[in-house]
């Protein structure tokens, strides 16, 4: 009986051994789970700011391409305008054409009309 009692205190010394080091091993699981949450909290907090950082990059980008589309139709009407301008020149440019032909066609008939007497 003493023989089983000394046997089974060893087995329970072994066990409670072996308990032992499985709640070491549990308890550096456990940490190296913290260490890992506590890794994965840090990239979160990086990409959150990493977002916010894109964010106000993709807001400045919207107002520069807004300036520039304003920009864009300003100038689109100031060429429409310029073009009417030019058609209108044009258009007195070639009717001062047609009335300086017809007086100098007047011009050239008082001519021959004068060198006929």
Known sequence: MLDNLASSTTE????ST???ESVTELRESV???RNGFSDVREGMADM???IGEIRDSVDGLR???QALLQVAAQNQVRMD??????TLVKQRQSESDQRFNILLEEVRFLIRGKTDD
């Open 12 to 15: 329970l010394r072994e066990g």
């Open 18 to 20: 072996e308990l032992r």
């Open 31 to 33: 940490t190296e789970l």
């Open 48 to 50: 959150r700011e990493s």
């Open 63 to 65: 107002i520069t391409s």
């Open 81 to 86: 305008r310029f073009d009417e301008e030019m």
